[in-house]
């Protein structure tokens, strides 16, 4: 099973900029699908981003147009790249590897890590 180690995380003001990362501890070109999730104070985990190996990205609706998901299966790492950061931004990211697709719906049942910590500030 692929360990995950996500970073990048911080404290950004509304209106700025993250780039999260996520290594695998091993290969990711044999897994299809790569996403992010994050987990606000109180709330569920959400999906925020999705890619998978031919490159098709999904993401949820609050973020589209601000975030962008990309992989890189020579270096096993997944990046979020965060722009125009909100308040409701704020929360713990997490990598996920092999989500599997039902319908119109993503799901992961496979292990996380530690998750890197969002704060963004009004």
């Known amino acids: 099973q692929v360990q995950l180690v996500e970073s990048g995380g911080g404290l950004v003001q509304a209106g700025g900029s993250l780039r999260l990362s996520c290594a695998a501890s091993?290969?990711?070109?044999?897994?299809?699908?790569m996403g992010w999730y994050r987990q606000a104070p109180g709330k569920s985990r959400d999906l925020v981003a999705v890619i998978t190996n031919s490159g098709t990205t999904n993401y949820a609706d609050s973020v589209k147009g601000r975030f962008t998901i990309s992989r890189d299966n020579a270096k096993d790492t997944v990046t979020l790249q965060m722009s125009t950061l909100k308040p409701e931004d704020t929360g713990v990211y997490y990598c996920?590897?092999?989500?599997?697709?039902?319908?119109?719906?993503?799901?992961?049942?496979?292990?996380w890590g530690q998750g890197t910590q969002v704060t963004v500030s009004s």
């Open positions: 091993r290969s990711i070109r044999s897994i299809n699908a």
């Open positions: 996920a590897a092999g989500l599997s697709r039902y319908g119109s719906a993503w799901r992961y049942v496979g292990s």
